[in-house]
């Protein structure tokens, strides 16, 4: 099942867009989302523990130390510390997007948007916090980094993150520059990652090339995980469902427009397969994974044979697992384990600071793919 991993726009003509709009490739990697009915994630990071259904002020910065070093307390650190900063990268519903630095670090900064006068001060504050709560508790190399959370001047709000100066998996892809070794390196990053966070208890529910930062080297790492739900909790043997239609449509899978509850582990993998079509084909096969919609029809209808048209081009593996992974039946339907244990993924090199076991250097950057 999915819940139990343990720790260890119609066709590929259309361009890689989405319902939500493609902005520069560095605010991608702060978006906020305004999805906001989601669990939040306690900070008593001393028991690595991530627990939901409400956040107050209090417990959402309070804490000692914990074991990653990550500060959570009362008198929150201003964003001063984090240095000067030196480019504003825009502006959205949620948040004010920017990036400091200090010294030789550079650093990431979603500034939140202020309390509404309509807006009680315990709402605020779960909004606030939960996405920061539950994303400074991971610790993995294909995840971006949540530093801190601190208050500028005017006291509101920001988030602190690694920056990422590569921007995002969608200008690769858009770039048509990578090999198909370089595409399945991407891949098995970004499986690797799922794996990750589906091991602690935690569903990003909005896994799309957008949300795949790439590193200096061209690490891939997830981020924005303000929809994001927690099915799991680290005293829990049980999985509990998420609820809620989150993400971008082009990535959702069918249960989710169709069903209250869900498996939230299975609504990632599905994404997934959309990623891996998209790596190759450099399009969305659909708008959405409804059977109103004819592309998505036509798949199901053709599956069992793997007879569907718009998978035809992919190369034998890839094409392989995308149906596989594309399985409309969310209780078989492949856990992300099961994807890094599949033959042809296990067989994929990834690169290291980006080169390559060979030797070659990966271009997963775009800036690599200028002329």
């Known amino acids: 099942m999915h819940c139990s991993v343990s720790i260890s726009r119609e066709s590929s003509r ?22 906001t009915n989601l669990p ?4 008593k990071l001393k028991q690595e523990t991530i627990s939901s259904q409400h956040v107050s002020p209090a417990s959402s910065v309070v804490s000692s130390k914990s074991t990653t070093g990550r500060r959570h307390r009362a008198d929150t650190a201003n964003i001063k510390e984090y240095g000067v900063c030196y480019k504003r990268l825009g502006e959205g519903s949620t948040a004010i997007v920017m990036i400091t630095r200090k010294g030789d670090k550079v650093y990431a900064i979603k500034q939140f948007r202020k309390q509404k006068r309509t807006e009680s001060e315990k709402d605020y504050m779960k909004k606030l916090t939960s996405e920061f709560c539950i994303s400074s508790t991971f610790s993995h190399p294909n995840i971006v ?24 998996l969608f200008g690769c892809i858009m770039s048509g520059c990578m090999t198909e070794r ?39 790492k997830i981020t924005d995980f303000g929809v994001s739900d927690v099915f799991r909790f680290v005293w829990e043997s049980q999985c509990h ?13 069918p249960e989710a427009f169709e069903q209250k509850e869900y498996w939230g582990a299975a609504i990632d993998i599905w994404s997934t397969g959309i990623v891996l079509y998209c790596l190759w084909m450099e399009g969305l096969v659909w708008h959405r994974a409804k059977k109103t919609e004819a592309a998505f029809a036509s798949y199901v209808r053709t599956r069992s044979k793997q007879q569907f048209d718009l998978f035809s081009k992919l190369p034998a593996e890839p094409r392989r ?21 599949d033959p042809w993924v296990q067989s994929i090199d990834v690169c290291q600071h980006g080169i390559g076991a060979s030797g070659e250097r990966h271009r997963h950057l775009p800036a690599s793919c200028k002329v």
């Open 14 to 35: 259309n361009s890689l867009t989405s319902s939500s709009s493609v902005s520069s490739v560095e605010s991608k990697q702060l978006a906020l989302n305004d999805n």
């Open 40 to 43: 939040s994630a306690a900070s």
């Open 145 to 168: 980094e949540t530093i801190d959370l601190v208050l500028d001047d005017k006291k509101r709000y920001s988030t602190v993150m690694e920056y990422c100066p590569g921007g995002d």
């Open 182 to 220: 370089e595409k399945a390196c991407c891949f098995k990053q970004m499986m690797q990652g799922v794996a990750y966070l589906h091991s602690v208890g935690v569903a990003h529910r909005d896994i799309k090339p957008e949300n795949l930062l790439l590193a200096a080297d061209g690490t891939v």
């Open 241 to 253: 469902k998420s609820r809620g239609l989150m993400g971008s449509e082009p990535y959702i899978a």
């Open 321 to 341: 697992l995308v149906y596989a992974i594309l399985d409309p039946n969310p209780a078989t339907r492949p856990t992300a384990e099961d994807v890094l244990n």
